[in-house]
């Protein structure tokens, strides 16, 4: 079955513990990004990736860190979260980034203390 | 400035009855419009893709249509399945989403 995979689905954690929140597709798609979604602000993308190759800051990618070491995964890495950073957050993946739908993961449910 | 703007923010139908949700865009370059359906805590689902104004797409009750500064999405006869939020996102140099029309169908 064709999906973006993201875990964990779920995570409490507190202020300033290093956490990472992993992606993976396997739709052999080149684009990847990562959004967040908070109530009343919508969808923010905080990083995407063209390709393999190319990795770029979305709108919103203070505190955030993102690596593309293959093409199937796209790792968000929160150094040291803070409370601000308490979000829905979304995986998706496209076959390209120009014209092509993009498809999301289940979502990661954050909270920070 | 790229923006995306989607009315109205929230949407009360009985079942059976007709309705529009619009999605206002101003972007240069735009490459392509996105139709998604997101249900509560899970991730968009895409619906549509229309890529030049004039174009239109349908899925069962659903029907998208695009011209130069706004795209609509008509839903016909909605069920109480139908309720959920639905994003337009446009894409140029980059993506943008609006925040959605929170749709409610009253069995």
């Known amino acids: 079955e064709a999906q973006v995979t993201q875990n964990p689905r779920y995570l409490i954690t507190v202020t300033g513990k290093k956490l990472t929140v992993t992606c993976s597709q396997n739709m052999n798609h080149e684009y990847m990004s990562w959004y967040r979604q908070d109530p009343g602000l919508g969808l923010r993308q905080i990083y995407y990736?063209?390709?393999?190759?190319?990795?770029d800051k979305g709108d919103v990618p203070e505190g955030y860190k993102v690596s593309r070491k293959e093409k199937r995964n796209f790792p968000l890495i929160l150094e040291s979260p803070s409370p601000n950073q308490t979000s829905l957050y979304f995986c998706?993946?496209?076959?390209?980034?120009?014209?092509?739908?993009?498809?999301f993961g289940p979502g990661t449910r954050l909270t920070v203390t | 400035e790229d923006q995306v703007t989607q009315s109205p923010e929230a949407l009360r139908l009985q079942e059976g009855e007709s309705s529009s949700l619009n999605c206002s865009y101003t972007?240069?370059?735009?490459?392509?419009l996105f139709w998604y359906r997101q249900d509560p805590g899970k991730g968009p689902e895409f619906l549509f893709t229309?890529?030049?104004a004039g174009e239109e797409k349908e899925k069962e009750r659903l029907k998208a249509t695009l011209t130069k500064k706004e795209s609509f999405l008509h839903i016909t006869a909605p069920k109480p399945e139908d309720s959920a939020t639905y994003l337009c996102?446009?894409?140029?140099?980059?993506?943008?989403f609006g925040k959605g029309t929170r749709l409610h169908i009253l069995p």
């Open positions: 990736s063209m390709n393999v190759e190319v990795t």
């Open positions: 972007v240069s370059g735009l490459r392509g």
């Open positions: 998706a993946s496209s076959r390209q980034f120009y014209s092509y739908e993009q498809y």
């Open positions: 229309l890529y030049s």
């Open positions: 996102a446009v894409q140029a140099d980059k993506i943008i």
